[in-house]
């Protein structure tokens, strides 16, 4: 073997034992008329020196509440699903999971237990694989996580903590008033907002300092950015200090047509001057590119659009009001957003539905509208054309999730796969 390749191939099988040698896996099924009648009456059983571990319930009462969503359609497939699942997995034998494994098995407790260390010395192991918005130990601030999924009457919720090290906590945190969702129209189907994009930026910016690769990644866009007069940590970043908020808006008009749907970025900033001069600045290199920029007023508004001849303008950008500015892709969704004749996304049913129990305060939202005409197809038409795919899709009202930190040693993370009631008679 030529040596390069042994120098790589020993400290790599070497890894492997160790990992594959040092887990070691507690499992503790609990049957329905255990003394452990919980996730912390089987935790009690569980070394604490374990690294990670999960309770899972077969309790059919604690998941006969999922029976109350879905369309009938969705009911069926999923049964189906089920049945052919138990088919698969007792194919080859006589085993029955209600007769033979559901009357004992009840809930189970898994748990990962650390590496024996009296074993991974004997391998004797090179102390390069070992100390291995140990290395990775010593770099994450995340110290515990706990997490837990449940039904209740909105749907399936995720509730997740995270206790962190606040010395390695580098981002500040600030929660976000949820205002800017009110600058988008009821018909927008896909948002995600928050709360300081510049402090996130001055984050990743000293963290690359410990990542030569990040670092030399953002000096080379820095670079060609110099090149059309544009400062990235200035100009682009800088100002973007107040909420943020994307939203995905349909539109069949214009250059977006045959894509069926626009964006726009909206922000909320202190320093309009800056903002101002940016956008200026983009102004002038588009029309480098022999892009017709012009004016156009909406409902009051002065809008800037970058105009292609015969299709409508690509992009347009302006001021809502004296704090919060805008950039649209396509013209429809600038219309839509400057001249917001219905009613807002934050005061839609479909938002309060999916959000409304979410966590507040927090420090912005993902959400996801999947009770829109457009949504459906728009996702399918990326992932499946499988008509079951469709029917579990159209049961679901909408995905949200929402992140807090109360301080710099605590993250919650809530999330909410929103479902619509069984119709079913």
Request: hydrophobic share 40%; glycine share 8%; proline share 5%.
């Amino acid at each position: 073997m030529p040596e390069s390749k042994s120098k790589f191939l020993i400290p790599a099988v070497g890894a492997a034992v160790v990992v594959a040698g040092s887990i070691a896996a507690y499992m503790y099924f609990k049957s329905p008329s255990g003394a452990s009648s919980n996730a912390l009456g089987s935790a009690k059983l569980v070394p604490s020196t374990a690294l990670m571990a999960t309770y899972i319930t077969t309790d059919s009462q604690a998941w006969a509440k999922l029976q109350q969503f879905g369309t009938p359609e969705a009911q069926k497939v999923i049964a189906k699903s089920l049945e052919n699942f138990n088919k698969q997995m007792f194919r080859d034998s006589n085993v029955s999971y209600e007769k033979d494994i559901k009357p004992w098995a009840g809930s189970v407790m898994i748990a990962v237990l650390p590496p024996n260390p009296v074993k991974q010395a004997q391998l004797k192991v090179p102390s390069r694989v070992t100390n291995v918005p140990t290395n990775l130990q010593q770099e994450s601030n995340i110290l515990m996580v706990v997490a837990g999924v449940g039904v209740d009457d909105a749907g399936v919720r995720v509730k997740a903590i995270a206790n962190l090290d606040p010395q390695l906590n580098k981002f500040q945190y600030q929660s976000s008033s949820g205002n800017i969702v009110g600058q988008f129209p009821t018909d927008t189907f896909a948002l995600v907002s928050g709360n300081g994009i510049s402090r996130g930026w001055e984050t990743l910016v000293e963290e690359s300092k410990n990542y030569p690769e990040i670092k030399q990644a953002l000096e080379q866009v820095r670079g060609q950015l110099k090149f059309v007069n544009i400062d990235l940590d200035k100009d682009i970043f800088g100002w973007m200090n107040g909420e943020f908020a994307f939203g995905a808006v349909p539109s069949n008009q214009g250059v977006l047509a045959n894509v069926g749907f626009g964006g726009a970025l909206v922000f909320d900033t202190s320093d309009r001057k800056t903002a101002e001069a940016t956008l200026t600045k983009l102004d002038t290199l588009a029309k480098t590119q022999q892009i017709n920029v012009a004016n156009r007023n909406i409902a009051g508004k002065d809008v800037t659009e970058w105009q292609i001849p015969r299709q409508g303008a690509l992009l347009a950008h302006g001021w809502l009001d004296q704090d919060t500015v805008f950039v649209a892709l396509g013209g429809p969704v600038a219309d839509a957003i400057s001249d917001r004749k219905n009613q807002s996304l934050n005061n839609s049913d479909a938002f309060k539905a999916v959000t409304g129990s979410l966590h507040k305060p927090n420090g912005g939202y993902f959400y996801l509208d999947m009770d829109k005409t457009k949504t459906v197809p728009l996702i399918n038409s990326f992932i499946s054309s499988d008509p079951n795919t469709i029917t579990i899709l159209s049961s679901i009202r909408g995905l949200a999730f929402t992140a807090n930190s109360p301080n710099k040693s605590t993250s919650e993370l809530e999330m909410l796969l929103a479902l619509k009631p069984n119709t079913a008679k």
